[in-house]
């Protein structure tokens, strides 16, 4: 997918300013890539099979969104294309993948700002949830200024192919001490 920049309609500044595709994007995820990329890039490699299950669900999902959208789109007049909904729905799963952190075991988050701080397995912030589902930040340390505010966005139980297919890097071993 492309963008295409002849949007029309009354959201149509809104919509320009959702996430794009890696056509105009600094970032790049398996999500926008072809099926043969991922083949090439990823058969016979434990990432294979990780990406692919993701791309089927994404591919399942955004079908049932699309068909949920597209005709209430066009009822508004917002003159979008079946393909370019298939885009903005693909470029909102990659957001939520690539910048969501796990509080706890199954308590995924997204959380505006946060999410811009970097991944660190040791990080200087820490994020609880109440059970009203408020987000409390705490340091962990003294932070001195200018100093990268950094969360751990995941278990370190997650292997690294699992880190580039979710979050579009891999995180470095921790390397052993003779």
Not at 85 to 90: D, I, L
Not at 131 to 136: D, E, F, L, S, Y
Not at 158 to 177: D, K, L, N, R, T
Request: proline residues 3%.
């Amino acid at each position: 997918w492309e963008e295409d920049i002849s949007l029309s309609g009354p959201y149509s500044k809104y919509v320009k300013v959702l996430p794009t595709g890696r056509a105009v994007s600094q970032q790049d995820h398996v999500l926008w890539w072809s099926d043969d990329e991922v083949k090439k890039l990823f058969e016979g490699g434990a990432a294979y099979d990780k990406a692919t299950a993701l791309r089927e669900w994404v591919q399942f999902e955004g079908e049932i969104i699309e068909g949920m959208l597209v005709s209430d789109l066009a009822q508004k007049g917002m003159g979008l294309s079946v393909s370019q909904v298939r885009g903005a729905v693909t470029n909102a799963f990659v957001n939520v993948l690539n910048r969501s952190m796990f509080v706890g075991e199954e308590n995924q988050r997204l959380v505006p700002v946060l999410d811009m701080c970097a991944h660190s397995s040791t990080p200087n912030l820490e994020i609880e949830i109440d059970a009203g589902g408020n987000v409390a930040v705490t340091t962990k340390r003294d932070i001195h200024a200018g100093e990268e505010l950094t969360l751990e966005f995941y278990s370190t139980e997650f292997e690294g192919h699992e880190w580039y297919v979710m979050y579009g890097f891999i995180v470095p071993y921790a390397q052993v001490e003779d």
